[in-house]
């Protein structure tokens, strides 16, 4: 707990950091709608990947092998530990890596994305008011409550 607090006190104090952490927290919506997309793309990959495969590849003994397939190949990880053999597994399995580097670039879109709005709207480095949010959140979590009680006296004189 008080490593967090040390980390809390850094943002706190710079605010570049201040800012990728208010990011980060407005991203977290579309960035959590991507990760269930990529499950969904992942099940139907594997599902089509088991049908594919099954009969004529010894390493495709059931639908968690495919899916651990389709999760090694969507992250474009390729451990090689399971390979397709027939043509139209091939296929797939090529045209679902390509889908899966899609996938690994549009996190980097969402937060850019993010960044660039933030530059917008405020200016740069203008975060008075999610500073202030972030010294509240800080100052309640504290473990005895004694640090930064002027500050809050200060901010609601």
Known sequence: MARVV???????????????AYVMSHSLG???LLIIVWAMC???AGCVFYYCEVDSNQKVTSGADALWWAVVTMSTVGYGDIT???FIGKGFSTVFFYIGMVFLALPLTIIVGAFSKQYENKGTWSL????NKFNRLYHNSSKDGKE???DRERDHA
């Open 6 to 20: 040390r980390v809390l006190k850094l943002i706190k104090k710079n605010k570049r950091l201040l800012l990728i």
């Open 30 to 32: 579309e960035l959590s």
């Open 42 to 44: 992942i099940t139907v």
């Open 84 to 86: 397709p053999v027939t």
């Open 128 to 131: 008075n008011r999610q500073e």
């Open 148 to 150: 930064g009680s002027g």
